[in-house]
């Protein structure tokens, strides 16, 4: 009787650990699209100019407490009016992601660029994937049906190559980080300009430790991805730009010849970011924005185009950053 009581109480431990298990599998597939990236390709030839931005928070408009909605509409119009080839957006299109009445706003709001056929290549944020995980990449796959299913791809566009990160999984690492490698290993001759497209910057001066109690510090994950970028362009002829979101502001850094961009100033509520005296650009204002980068062939030019809503409703508009980003000349490196 003592030895079933201990076979007992040593297989009790077992068989929980299995259930534990069992259960962790079904909700990972639950929460899983199966999928191969996708290679989009946009018939542009050189000049054309596009847009990066994000984290609009497209939501009910009558709440306030999760973004700013006469900015985020009037950044929609904006966007609309320069007249880009594309709009690379930088994650947290909505709100929550599992609530179809905040894709309704989004589409509501941004009819304008599917009216004047403006192509939109999105990267996942946070609050895109937020609650019900199945359900929200439900709802943003039946709203980009191009992707396939793609939480990470490329889209070619004349002399660009744009990669579109997924930063809820390891970007360097399984199954993104092979791809993402092997892209990189096979960056055709006629590429000017890799565009790395991710929701969480790898370098910030943001921080929740901050006076005001906001931002988001730099995870680990980015930062090693950020390694690996600029690893590869110390040996590429082409030049990496990342543009990221998930900070409320708008940042710029250069690190080892990759330039990067925080453009999350589409709407959720910005807050001033303390900078570092090192940081490029200068600033101690909130910075609604969007980026409109031109592209001329061996050099892009990035303008910030800052948005100061007036309580009248009056938009003030200004440039308040701007930047020339060239290829690397031909003596300084070798793919």
Known sequence: MRIRRNVFARLVPLLIAV????????????????????????????????????????????????????VRRALV??????????????GDLVFNGDDANDWKVWDSETQIWRDKKIPIYPTLGNHD????????????????PELKNSRYYSVRAANVLVLVIDSSINEVAGPQGVWLADKFDHVPADVNFVLILDHHPPYTSSGGSMMFDHGHSARSNEQALAKVLETRQAHASYRIVMFSGHVHNYE????????????????????????????????????????????????????????????????????????????????????
């Open 19 to 70: 259930v534990i298990l069992i259960g962790i599998a079904r909700s990972s597939k639950r929460s899983s699209f199966p999928f191969s990236p996708v290679d989009l390709t946009l018939d542009l030839k050189v000049p054309f100019r596009f847009v990066a931005y994000g984290d609009a928070r497209f939501h009910d408009p009558h709440d306030t407490d999760a973004a700013n909605p006469p």
């Open 77 to 90: 119009q904006a966007v609309a009016q320069a007249d880009p080839a594309f709009v690379c957006f930088t």
């Open 129 to 144: 994937i937020r609650s019900n995980e199945r359900v929200a990449l439900d709802n943003y796959f039946q709203h980009f």
């Open 252 to 335: 710029r850094h250069e690190h080892g010849g990759v330039a990067y961009f925080v453009t999350g100033g589409a709407g959720a509520h910005a807050y001033p970011v303390v900078r570092a005296p090192s940081d490029p650009y200068q600033s101690t204002e909130i910075n609604y924005h969007y980026l409109l980068v031109e592209d001329d062939g061996p050099q892009i030019k990035v303008t910030m185009n800052r948005l100061q809503l007036e309580a009248d409703g009056k938009e003030i508009w200004t440039t308040p950053d701007q930047v020339q980003i060239a290829i690397p000349t031909a003596t300084s490196t070798a793919r």
